[in-house]
């Protein structure tokens, strides 16, 4: 009552916000005159001048008026579209870095238009980020002539796309791309060997499209690209022998969770042992499985049985199969064929979730894609380690100015203020939407749900509405797909198996008679018309390749027969959008029923549910079947109540807590690793912009001389001391320095090694030349950041899941995250400092008829969370050849070959493979 008073009093949130935005349509529509009054040669220059001005001091914000007014009249010129004053409401709120609501079929593809107009006169360039190749292609050619009759240049990102395309796509002044592939060149960039070989430019401005599901669904998995490590398909194939034989703990049936000890058993002395009645539990909700101390007594046998081990799992040569086990039973219990992932050409594709398509290139971490390669009995491809990783909050955390735009964006408001600063605005539409919403059906078991779906597509069918179908699976859809051809009715399926053919499927999604089936819709950018598409009509007459008057002459012929079947699809009530399930989240199911009922045509929507699906089953109230049941639901008939109703949303809300919660722990672990990132990108671009390299590293190696002298202790006697530094140099240069005179201090002894030090290189470098010896030093640099930083990123890994384990010491996981994680972060570049400062010292120059040169192999790697694309270490090291008179020379070791085995040289007293030659 407090909230729709205050509201009526003060207004709500979309009202202060619309007041804000009326003034900028207003004084856009007053520039309309001037924009038609103008050539179509004139546009360009205009452009010419609006950059002029911004160069000489002219805000944006000044600009807008006349540069909104541009775009709407050069979009009316070249597409026929017009911008509705709504777009224009859009656009600006597009350009002040917020997130723009508007429902599906209001046109956000146009929209954006302006804003990345109005934006790209400041020349640094503007992306605009879409989900999938398909939609950054079709955008890009579809808004493409807009910006070039503007006088702009307009690129497009793909993954299967070379560097110098790429490259060239940068360059430009739009640039269409998918946030996967932003993403994974920052990475790539990042791993590059020059300056040179960088395609992405900085971040400045960035739109977003389907934003909730880029920065929301997607955020809680990384970015990683990853190269191959060492094949461990011997073990997945020895733990998926055995995940059959283990046995599942025993749930009790009146409650249907597992039997658990009684918690005041455990002070009672005669209390009998409680029997863990299986193997293993599953946690359906977290994809998890824990295992039992049976289980594991169990699985020891097994695999002793199996010949796969010999001993106890305990071993330190075992332990590592409780991991391929607890992965083979994941993989065989919690992950299914046609829900989950596909198998195509004898590859396990993964399958988007949120969107019903396969994710090309994807694999699942952690072992679990070799367990479910194993599982299929198709060929195991070995694990990767991770070289790069990035978590999209942070990628586009980097970016200037951010704004996205999406239907359903309201319900995440909250997520979006604190995670990314971002408003959230709500356009309204353009013409009143009077799709009517049904209240869900709600059946008491699977079965009476798919027979009343059945029955309902039969009817509407018959009167020849068009139906669309929407389920959350690829298995759902095949299934009913199959009903659907027992009964004799014509459909088609939209899913991950035959997505090629999306854009035709949805352009007669909307025709009279239309049955479609389709898995997740959210983010696939569709607009299905009531009539089918008249472009595709026209298109399939004069064929793509027509000119613009074959074309228009192919609109004039269909356009009857088209307007003719849009008026009887609207007679018959446009487009029903039937919902197979409810979603875990809101928004997809918003998404699904926002593809009826666009620019005022009308449409009809309802979601059918039963309480054995997944959301219900896992995330409902334990006692809604129990009280179902007994009010006599068994007998197929279906229940409206505002308490389902209610039970619903609240599943819904819990599953959305907890996938914020997800995020926000993802976020907060990667808070961490990116300042460590940051640093480590930003040290290897002045390494690799650095001319004068090796003034740095003298440097380096200035300071660890004054580190071993000012170490000592100061009761140290002169002749020890003097003992002692000169076997720490020898220690840690290899380099024989001749003693000071007795009663040398602590001063004298740093300016003497320092002398020494920089005698020692100064003699290389004349032998060399300064510029071959900065290429040798940078080479080298590059190359132990490289694996050095892939090293700490599994560190890191590692840290994080032990630190899980120190909460039950009350202790803060992500406090001993952060100390241990800088504390190892630290000990990394000051392994890095040293290296670099010892090769200076020690390497040795001898003259060879060939002059220096190595080569890197290239190196495979895999991109998860993501659509496929090569990426080769393409970094040649540099040749260090004389310049002058300076003949070749070759960088030889100077000193024996020290044994992985053997003491390290630098005195630490650890092997030399656990400490200086653990990445050589």
């Keep these: 009552m407090g909230t729709s008073l205050f509201a009526k009093l003060f207004g709500t949130k979309q009202d202060k916000d619309l007041r804000t935005l009326r003034p900028i349509v207003h004084e856009v529509n007053n520039e309309d005159a001037w924009a038609k009054a103008l050539k179509d040669e004139e546009f360009p220059l205009q452009t010419v001048l609006f950059r002029k001005q911004v160069a000489e001091g002219a805000s944006l914000d000044s600009l807008l008026p006349k540069a909104f007014a541009l775009a709407r009249e050069a979009a009316s010129r070249v597409l026929g579209e017009r911008h509705y004053d709504v777009q224009i409401m859009g656009a600006a709120v597009l350009h002040r870095g917020q997130i723009l609501e508007m429902k599906t079929g209001e046109g956000k593809t146009l929209t954006c238009v302006p804003s990345a107009y109005l934006n790209s006169l400041e020349n640094k360039g503007v992306h605009i980020v879409t989900v999938n190749d398909y939609l950054a292609r079709r955008d890009s050619e579809w808004m493409g002539p807009i910006y070039e009759f503007l006088g702009l240049t307009v690129g497009v990102i793909l993954s299967d796309m070379d560097t110098e395309a790429k490259r060239k796509a940068y360059s430009a002044d739009i640039t269409y791309g998918t946030n996967n ?82 918690p005041l058993a455990r002070f009672e002395r005669n209390a009998q042992p409680f029997e863990e009645r299986g193997d293993y539990k599953l946690d359906e909700k977290q994809k998890k499985v824990s295992f039992t101390n049976q289980g594991m007594n169990h699985m020891e046998e097994l695999l002793n049985k199996s010949k796969v081990i010999t001993g106890s799992i305990y071993d330190d040569e075992n332990f590592e199969y409780v991991h391929y086990v607890t992965q083979a039973v994941k993989a065989l219990r919690l992950y299914s064929d046609d829900v989950d992932y596909v198998v195509v050409d004898g590859q396990v594709q993964i399958v988007d979730e949120f969107t019903g398509r396969i994710l090309h290139g994807r694999r699942y971490s952690d072992g679990l894609h070799q367990a479910i390669e194993a599982k299929e009995k198709i060929k195991i491809l070995g694990q990767n380690k991770t070289l790069a990783t990035i978590t999209f909050q942070n990628f586009f955390r980097m970016y200037d100015k951010i704004s996205g735009m999406t239907g359903t964006a309201d319900t995440e408001a909250p997520e979006f203020l604190k995670i990314y600063g971002l408003d959230v605005v709500v356009i309204p539409t353009n013409k009143p939407i009077v799709r009517e919403d049904h209240p869900d059906l ?15 597509i039969a009817r509407v069918h018959k009167i020849g509405q068009p139906i669309l179908v929407g389920t959350i699976s690829i298995e759902k859809s ?19 198996k035959n997505h090629a053919r999306e854009a035709l499927i949805i352009e007669e999604a909307g ?19 009531l009539g089918g598409s008249l472009d595709a009509r026209a298109r399939r007459i004069c064929g793509t390749e027509a000119t613009a008057e074959e074309y228009a002459q192919a609109i004039k012929q269909v356009t009857p027969a088209w307007a003719k079947e849009y008026e009887e699809v609207k007679q018959l009530g446009g487009l029903y959008i039937m919902g197979t399930e409810r979603h875990e989240s809101r928004r997809i199911d918003n998404q699904l029923r926002g593809r009826s009922g666009r620019q005022g045509d009308p449409g009809t929507s309802r979601f059918y549910v039963s309480l054995d699906d997944s959301l219900m089953r896992l995330f409902a109230s334990e006692n809604i079947r129990g009280i179902l049941g007994k009010i006599g639901m068994q007998d197929g008939m279906p229940i409206e109540h505002r308490m389902l109703s209610n039970a619903i949303e609240k599943a819904q809300r819990r599953v959305e807590d907890r996938n914020f919660e997800i995020r926000k722990h993802l976020l907060d672990y990667d808070d961490v690793l990116n300042e460590q990132r940051n640093y480590i990108y930003s040290e290897r671009d002045r390494i690799l912009s650095e001319e ?23 009761e140290m006697k002169d002749e020890d001391m003097a003992v002692k530094i000169l076997e720490e140099i020898q220690a840690e240069f290899h380099l024989t320095i001749p003693p000071l005179e007795a009663g040398a201090t602590k001063e004298e002894y740093k300016n003497h090694l320092k002398k020494s030090i920089d005698e020692e290189i100064d003699s290389k470098v004349i032998q060399t030349g300064e510029k071959p010896f900065n290429d040798f030093l940078r080479f080298n640099y590059l190359r132990q950041i490289d694996i050095r930083w892939q090293d700490h990123l599994e560190a890191l890994e590692d840290l994080r899941d032990a630190v899980g384990l120190r909460s039950y010491a009350q202790k803060n996981p992500l406090v001993e995250y952060k100390v241990e994680g800088f504390e190892i972060f630290n000990e990394m570049l000051e392994g890095i400092k040293h290296f670099i400062a010892n090769t200076l010292v020690r390497v040795q120059i001898t003259r060879s008829d060939d002059s220096y040169s190595r080569k890197t192999a290239a190196h495979k790697t895999v991109e998860s969370h993501r659509p496929q694309a090569a990426f080769a270490n393409s970094g040649q090291p540099a040749r260090v050849s004389g310049g002058g008179d300076v003949a070749p020379v070759t960088v030889r070791r100077s ?22 030659g653990k990445n050589v």
Excluded at 208 to 234: K, V, Y
Excluded at 442 to 456: D, L, P, R, S
Excluded at 511 to 529: L, Q, S, Y
Excluded at 697 to 714: F, G, M, Q, Y
């Design 895 to 916: 000193t024996a070959k020290v044994g992985r085995n053997d003491p390290c040289p630098c005195g630490s007293g650890k092997k030399y493979k656990n400490c200086h």
């Design 478 to 496: 095949e299934m009913l797909s199959l009903l659907l051809k027992r009964m004799g009715i014509k459909h088609e399926v939209l899913n991950a």
């Design 692 to 714: 004068h390299l090796l003034e740095r590293v003298r440097t380096s190696c200035h300071e660890i001389a004054s580190e071993i002298v000012d170490a000592l202790p100061k």
């Design 442 to 456: 709600v059946y008491y078991n699977e079965q009476f749900k798919i027979q009343a779906i059945c029955e309902e």
């Design 181 to 262: 592939e932003f993403g994974f060149d920052y990475l790539r960039d990042n791993m590059k060997w020059s300056m040179q070989e960088k395609i992405q430019p900085k971040h400045h401005y960035c739109i977003i499209d389907e934003i909730d599901s880029i920065l929301i669904d997607e955020a809680r998995t990384p970015l990683i690209i990853s190269g191959q490590s060492e094949d461990d398909s011997a073990q997945v194939m020895g733990a998926q022998k055995i995940a059959a034989f283990l046995t599942e703990c025993e749930k009790d049936p009146a409650t249907g969770e597992y039997y658990e000890q009684d």
């Design 511 to 529: 025709a009279k008679g239309a049955v479609t089936i389709a898995t997740n819709m959210a983010g696939r950018g569709t607009d299905i018309k």
